[in-house]
């Protein structure tokens, strides 16, 4: 009796490339350095709008998930009218619901998260330990699927509780950030004094944000900062009114803000009394103050990948690792271009570390594009969602499974793609992202080694699935055509099929093949010793009115995309 063949894995189906739009924004910032006066009335100031800010949240979060015009913003706002001024009091309604927002698709997301994982442990429930059924792998041992089950039960009880706050449309919000507070309770692990953590605490919880306004003075009328000197002033509270040095109950810093970078684009907005919000950000770990600018930006639809593709424009793919980037350079018809390419990527450190060592390789991939000629990026739309929420049910177990998870949560890949979005926008490049499926598996088994064939340096399986990802992005599929010959000319005899072919000649008039070292018929010209086929006539050919005849296509190796 023969093997029984087992089904045939079907592969799901591929999103569609799409064009990141460009950001819609932007936001710069400048260090202020403000002496004792100045960093007293600035966190009374804080301290007391962000009490205030907090009622207002609390107030916000009691409605629950209602409608915008249920919200009762007007009613708050003129509450918080009375103890600030109508400026900082819209301001402060504005944040408040946009962290409420924010908090419900949290809630959402994370209701999302658990089911993900209940259905992972689940399934693998299902199956007695030690077996199989299909694709999904029963526990070890009874040790490990009882320790699975109480899992499950946490993960259940957790949901339940998310589905309880969905419903009632109360998310728990922290001011100040969740993990901090979790910092006081373990001070020593956390490498924190008693008062550090305090310093931490009250500065993160400071409000000190002014929205922008058209037609106000340089585009902010609560906090304002003159382009032709540089001086900042910002408008008092109303009980803190006999602070002020300037006149309207306003309060003048004794030092300046610039904004070096991107200083252009602020002057044109504020020399114009376009709408610029500010945000003064107290930084109590390296104890200084910083001064942040933002507004919005009116950006034009980027092209879509078939306009690409079919102007002929060169691409750029990447494939994110947890080390590095390989990227591979494209021409329209989805060939490689020139040797793979390597940016190395090290992501150790504290965040800014990290944050800045990203830009140093995002920089680099621009440099390639920019050298290359090439009219945008290609990269993988990836999340890891699915990755993180079902853990280790999905990705391996014990050390060897521990180390693979570490990293893949190690990726940056939500903030890879937004570096790249805003920094590939200000150098002028496009961005195209597609669906990460496959790649890896069909660049290597297709791509890895005609790479290796064309260069001397290492070719990766990595620089493989950026051919992949480069391809699917200009819409051409992943492997290439059937019986594409090899790239050495000596070696390859057949033709790559789907090629385009010499156009077909009337029945009866086909000249028979000819071969090296056939003579040419007829009497045009003189018949000598060294006429054979050549591709190229010399000069002396040239000359004597020699007739140049065309290599056979069948002796010559065939370069496919």
Same mark, same amino acid.
């Given at each position: 009796?023969?093997?029984?063949?087992?089904?045939?894995?079907?592969?799901?189906?591929?999103?569609?490339?799409?064009?990141?739009?460009?950001?819609?924004?932007?936001?710069?910032?400048?260090?202020?350095?403000?002496?004792?006066?100045?960093?007293?009335?600035?966190?009374?100031?804080?301290?007391?709008?962000?009490?205030?800010?907090?009622?207002?949240?609390?107030?916000?979060?009691?409605?629950?998930?209602?409608?915008?015009?249920?919200?009762?913003?007007?009613?708050?706002?003129?509450?918080?009218?009375?103890?600030?001024?109508?400026?900082?009091?819209?301001?402060?309604?504005?944040?408040?619901?946009?962290?409420?927002?924010?908090?419900?698709?949290?809630?959402?997301?994370?209701?999302?998260?658990?089911?993900?994982?209940?259905?992972?442990?689940?399934?693998?429930?299902?199956?007695?330990?030690?077996?199989?059924?299909?694709?999904?792998?029963?526990?070890?041992?009874?040790?490990?699927?009882?320790?699975?089950?109480?899992?499950?039960?946490?993960?259940?009880?957790?949901?339940?509780?998310?589905?309880?706050?969905?419903?009632?449309?109360?998310?728990?919000?922290?001011?100040?950030?969740?993990?901090?507070?979790?910092?006081?309770?373990?001070?020593?692990?956390?490498?924190?004094?008693?008062?550090?953590?305090?310093?931490?605490?009250?500065?993160?919880?400071?409000?000190?944000?002014?929205?922008?306004?058209?037609?106000?003075?340089?585009?902010?009328?609560?906090?304002?900062?003159?382009?032709?000197?540089?001086?900042?002033?910002?408008?008092?509270?109303?009980?803190?009114?006999?602070?002020?040095?300037?006149?309207?109950?306003?309060?003048?810093?004794?030092?300046?803000?610039?904004?070096?970078? *991107?200083?252009?684009?602020?002057?044109?907005?504020?020399?114009?009394?376009?709408?610029?919000?500010?945000?003064?950000?107290?930084?109590?770990?390296?104890?200084?103050?910083?001064?942040?600018?933002?507004?919005?930006?009116?950006?034009?639809?980027?092209?879509?990948?078939?306009?690409?593709?079919?102007?002929?424009?060169?691409?750029?793919?990447?494939?994110?690792?947890?080390?590095?980037?390989?990227?591979?350079?494209?021409?329209?018809?989805?060939?490689?271009?020139?040797?793979?390419?390597?940016?190395?990527?090290?992501?150790?450190?504290?965040?800014?570390?990290?944050?800045?060592?990203?830009?140093?390789?995002?920089?680099?991939?621009?440099?390639?594009?920019?050298?290359?000629?090439?009219?945008?990026?290609?990269?993988?739309?990836?999340?890891?969602?699915?990755?993180?929420?079902?853990?280790?049910?999905?990705?391996?177990?014990?050390?060897?499974?521990?180390?693979?998870?570490?990293?893949?949560?190690?990726?940056?890949?939500?903030?890879?793609?937004?570096?790249? *979005?805003?920094?590939?926008?200000?150098?002028?490049?496009?961005?195209?992202?597609?669906?990460?499926?496959?790649?890896?598996?069909?660049?290597?088994?297709?791509?890895?080694?005609?790479?290796?064939?064309?260069?001397?340096?290492?070719?990766?399986?990595?620089?493989?699935?950026?051919?992949?990802?480069?391809?699917?992005?200009?819409?051409?599929?992943?492997?290439?055509?059937?019986?594409?010959?090899?790239?050495?000319?000596?070696?390859?005899?057949?033709?790559?099929?789907?090629?385009?072919?010499?156009?077909?000649?009337?029945?009866?008039?086909?000249?028979?093949?000819?071969?090296?070292?056939?003579?040419?018929?007829?009497?045009?010209?003189?018949?000598?010793?060294?006429?054979?086929?050549?591709?190229?006539?010399?000069?002396?050919?040239?000359?004597?009115?020699?007739?140049?005849?065309?290599?056979?296509?069948?002796?010559?190796?065939?370069?496919?995309?």
């Amino acid at each position: 009796m023969g093997r029984r063949r087992e089904k045939k894995r079907e592969l799901r189906s591929l999103a569609a490339p799409f064009t990141i739009a460009a950001p819609s924004g932007a936001r710069i910032r400048d260090r202020l350095r403000l002496n004792a006066a100045d960093e007293r009335v600035l966190t009374l100031v804080g301290e007391h709008l962000g009490g205030h800010q907090r009622s207002d949240l609390t107030a916000r979060v009691t409605l629950g998930n209602v409608s915008r015009k249920d919200t009762e913003r007007a009613a708050r706002k003129r509450q918080l009218t009375a103890v600030s001024s109508s400026r900082w009091a819209g301001a402060m309604t504005r944040s408040s619901e946009d962290q409420y927002q924010l908090s419900v698709r949290c809630l959402y997301d994370e209701r999302a998260g658990l089911r993900r994982a209940i259905h992972a442990i689940g399934e693998r429930l299902a199956v007695p330990c030690g077996r199989r059924k299909g694709r999904t792998r029963g526990y070890a041992d009874q040790d490990e699927r009882f320790q699975k089950q109480r899992r499950k039960q946490v993960l259940a009880s957790r949901l339940a509780v998310v589905e309880e706050r969905i419903a009632a449309g109360r998310p728990a919000i922290v001011v100040g950030g969740r993990r901090l507070a979790g910092k006081r309770h373990r001070l020593a692990d956390a490498q924190l004094t008693e008062r550090e953590w305090r310093q931490r605490w009250d500065a993160a919880r400071l409000f000190l944000t002014a929205d922008g306004e058209s037609g106000a003075p340089h585009g902010n009328y609560t906090i304002t900062i003159d382009p032709h000197d540089g001086s900042v002033t910002l408008v008092l509270p109303e009980p803190l009114r006999h602070l002020a040095n300037a006149p309207r109950g306003r309060y003048r810093l004794a030092c300046t803000a610039g904004f070096h970078h *991107r200083r252009e684009e602020w002057l044109d907005r504020v020399s114009a009394h376009r709408a610029v919000r500010y945000d003064i950000v107290p930084d109590a770990t390296r104890d200084r103050w910083y001064l942040d600018a933002s507004w919005s930006a009116y950006t034009t639809p980027p092209p879509a990948p078939d306009e690409i593709r079919q102007r002929g424009e060169r691409l750029l793919a990447v494939d994110l690792n947890a080390d590095h980037l390989a990227a591979v350079v494209l021409d329209g018809h989805g060939n490689p271009i020139g040797a793979p390419h390597t940016v190395p990527l090290e992501l150790t450190g504290p965040g800014t570390t990290r944050d800045g060592r990203l830009r140093t390789a995002i920089t680099g991939l621009l440099g390639i594009a920019k050298r290359q000629g090439c009219a945008g990026l290609v990269i993988e739309n990836l999340g890891f969602a699915d990755a993180r929420a079902t853990e280790r049910e999905t990705m391996g177990r014990g050390r060897r499974g521990k180390q693979f998870r570490r990293t893949v949560a190690g990726i940056p890949t939500a903030r890879f793609r937004e570096r790249l *979005r805003g920094m590939a926008c200000h150098a002028g490049l496009v961005v195209i992202a597609v669906d990460p499926a496959y790649t890896s598996i069909w660049g290597g088994r297709y791509w890895q080694r005609p790479l290796q064939q064309q260069t001397k340096t290492t070719v990766t399986r990595h620089h493989g699935a950026a051919m992949a990802i480069g391809r699917r992005g200009l819409g051409h599929r992943v492997r290439r055509r059937p019986g594409v010959t090899a790239p050495d000319q000596r070696i390859g005899q057949r033709r790559a099929t789907g090629q385009t072919g010499p156009l077909p000649r009337p029945r009866g008039t086909t000249s028979p093949p000819r071969t090296t070292g056939t003579p040419p018929e007829g009497g045009k010209t003189r018949l000598r010793r060294g006429d054979q086929l050549v591709l190229l006539p010399g000069p002396q050919d040239r000359s004597e009115g020699h007739r140049t005849t065309y290599p056979d296509y069948g002796e010559l190796a065939n370069f496919d995309q």
